[in-house]
């Protein structure tokens, strides 16, 4: 087996494991999480907002301590809602990039070490 530039030692993984591919890979997958995520913080702050404008000024202002329209009770499920939202859009967003770290990343990183860094 040939040693030098570019060829690892027997045994030992190329560059502690990580090659170029395999790291701009991982990131494309890591930067497509976080964008992900930054959307789901996006479409939280819009359902609370729209929480607010249905039921919560009416809760604070109109009706305080007399909620006659339900509409505390509207504005705390819509919010209760949107949180519930939130969180599976995060985890959805972890799911995708696992996925692509697993499948898109897999070939790039697999001769070279990784997962098992």
Same mark, same amino acid.
């Given at each position: 087996?040939?040693?030098?530039?570019?060829?690892?030692?027997?045994?030992?993984?190329?560059? !502690?494991?990580?090659?170029?591919? *395999? &790291? !701009? +890979?991982?990131?494309?997958?890591? !930067?497509?999480?976080? /964008? +992900?995520?930054?959307?789901?913080?996006?479409?939280?702050?819009?359902?609370?907002?729209? *929480?607010?404008? %249905?039921? #919560?000024?009416?809760?604070?202002?109109?009706?305080?301590?007399?909620?006659?329209?339900?509409?505390? &009770?509207?504005?705390?499920?819509?919010? &209760?809602?949107?949180?519930? $939202?939130? $969180?599976?859009?995060?985890?959805?967003? %972890? !799911?995708? $990039?696992?996925? +692509?770290?697993?499948? /898109?990343?897999?070939?790039?990183?697999?001769?070279? #070490?990784?997962?098992?860094?």
């Amino acid at each position: 087996m040939p040693h030098g530039d570019g060829y690892p030692a027997p045994g030992v993984p190329r560059w !502690s494991g990580l090659c170029d591919e *395999c &790291i !701009s +890979c991982l990131l494309a997958c890591d !930067s497509a999480r976080t /964008s +992900c995520e930054d959307s789901a913080d996006y479409w939280r702050w819009k359902s609370e907002t729209d *929480c607010w404008y %249905a039921y #919560g000024w009416v809760c604070w202002y109109v009706e305080p301590g007399n909620d006659q329209d339900g509409a505390c &009770i509207n504005y705390n499920s819509c919010m &209760i809602s949107a949180s519930l $939202q939130h $969180q599976w859009d995060y985890w959805q967003c %972890a !799911s995708t $990039q696992s996925s +692509c770290r697993e499948y /898109s990343c897999g070939h790039a990183c697999l001769c070279h #070490g990784w997962p098992h860094e």
